[in-house]
């Protein structure tokens, strides 16, 4: 343990660096400062640069996966500490990156899961539209799949942000990129519902910026919206495990499945790289796969 304080002083100026020369959110510089922090604890420093070589660093890696760490979880690691190691080389901390030649083992990659287009109908019915909340909660989950929003972005619309003349969503996505995201009839009628006949109440004469509040006058929050779509899953016996990212997942997914370019929900989804959306292909595979399967005579 003792080794960690050696990487203090780096860790302390990547997150610098990623804060105010990135933009990056503070979820983000969250997440890569616990990535570090157990990356520091763990693995101690080696000569001439005082940091770990590649085959400690995949070492460290494989160890996360046999503690139980799943995939996305391994490659989320994996990523914050290419960052971490980019940085130190343009810094001249480093003589050559340790981690570029990184990549993840095949059996670490799985497919991102995704609901059926009649789980996906039975979720967003179950929020009951006669009560405040319900109403509120059928419009933040017709709105997250009809936009494959991230759920910080879904809560942290603003009342300017919902452009219902236009039919879109204005997005601050990650590193402070602004996208604009359109959507569907069914969901802009949702959300309007929600304005002209809860957030009022809900607010109670308080007022407030974001677009979906709480009974208190807040904004609604990342966990307590994992909450509610735990409950609203349950109540229609979705049990395996749901999360808006699922929601998120199942939007492009349906929009692949459906004919659409994979250029186009890359930017929707507002991945800043083409190689982050292809994942989407590999699900493409397996649906043509399963069909194949289902129905050729031959299969």
């Given at each position: 343990?003792?080794?960690?304080a050696t990487y203090?002083?780096?860790?302390?100026?990547?997150?610098?660096y990623?804060r105010?020369?990135k933009?990056l959110s503070?979820n983000?510089?969250?997440?890569?400062?616990r990535?570090l922090e157990r990356f520091?604890?763990?693995?101690?420093?080696e000569?001439?640069?005082n940091f770990?070589?590649?085959d400690?660093l995949?070492?460290y890696?494989?160890?996360?996966?046999?503690?139980?760490?799943?995939s996305?979880?391994v490659?989320?690691?994996l990523?914050t500490?290419r960052?971490?190691?980019?940085?130190?080389l343009?810094?001249?901390q480093l003589?050559k990156?340790p981690?570029?030649?990184?990549?993840?083992?095949?059996?670490w990659?799985?497919?991102?899961?995704?609901?059926?287009?009649?789980?996906?109908?039975?979720?967003?019915?179950a929020?009951?539209p006669?009560?405040?909340i319900?109403?509120?909660?059928?419009?933040?989950?017709?709105?997250?799949?009809?936009?494959g929003?991230?759920?910080?972005?879904?809560?942290?619309?603003?009342l300017?942000d919902?452009?219902?003349?236009l039919g879109?969503v204005r997005?601050?996505?990650?590193g402070?990129?602004?996208r604009?995201?359109?959507v569907?009839?069914?969901?802009?009628?949702?959300?309007?519902a929600?304005?002209d006949?809860?957030?009022?109440?809900?607010?109670?004469g308080?007022s407030?910026?974001y677009?979906f509040?709480?009974?208190r006058?807040?904004?609604?929050t990342?966990q307590m919206?994992?909450?509610?779509i735990?409950g609203y899953?349950?109540?229609?016996g979705?049990?395996?495990?749901l999360?808006p990212?699922v929601?998120?997942?199942?939007f492009?997914?349906h929009?692949?499945?459906?004919?659409?370019d994979?250029?186009s929900v890359?930017?929707m989804l507002g991945?800043a790289?083409?190689s982050?959306?292809?994942?989407?292909t590999?699900v493409?595979r397996?649906?043509l796969?399963?069909?194949?399967?289902?129905?050729?005579p031959?299969?």
């Amino acid at each position: 343990m003792l080794h960690a304080a050696t990487y203090e002083g780096r860790i302390r100026a990547f997150l610098d660096y990623c804060r105010v020369e990135k933009g990056l959110s503070a979820n983000t510089l969250d997440a890569y400062r616990r990535d570090l922090e157990r990356f520091a604890a763990s693995v101690p420093p080696e000569p001439p640069d005082n940091f770990p070589g590649p085959d400690a660093l995949r070492r460290y890696l494989d160890s996360l996966f046999e503690a139980g760490l799943g995939s996305r979880s391994v490659a989320r690691h994996l990523t914050t500490l290419r960052n971490f190691t980019a940085f130190l080389l343009r810094e001249g901390q480093l003589q050559k990156d340790p981690a570029a030649c990184l990549s993840l083992p095949k059996q670490w990659h799985n497919l991102p899961k995704y609901l059926s287009v009649k789980e996906i109908s039975d979720l967003l019915e179950a929020p009951d539209p006669a009560s405040r909340i319900g109403l509120r909660d059928r419009a933040m989950l017709q709105l997250l799949y009809a936009s494959g929003l991230r759920v910080s972005e879904l809560c942290k619309l603003q009342l300017s942000d919902f452009m219902e003349d236009l039919g879109v969503v204005r997005v601050m996505g990650k590193g402070g990129r602004q996208r604009f995201v359109p959507v569907g009839k069914e969901a802009l009628a949702a959300v309007r519902a929600y304005l002209d006949g809860s957030r009022a109440a809900l607010l109670k004469g308080r007022s407030s910026r974001y677009l979906f509040v709480t009974a208190r006058g807040t904004c609604m929050t990342r966990q307590m919206f994992w909450k509610l779509i735990v409950g609203y899953g349950k109540k229609v016996g979705i049990f395996r495990r749901l999360t808006p990212h699922v929601v998120r997942h199942s939007f492009a997914t349906h929009l692949l499945e459906g004919g659409a370019d994979l250029r186009s929900v890359q930017t929707m989804l507002g991945h800043a790289d083409i190689s982050t959306t292809q994942i989407y292909t590999h699900v493409m595979r397996s649906h043509l796969r399963k069909t194949l399967d289902e129905h050729h005579p031959r299969a």
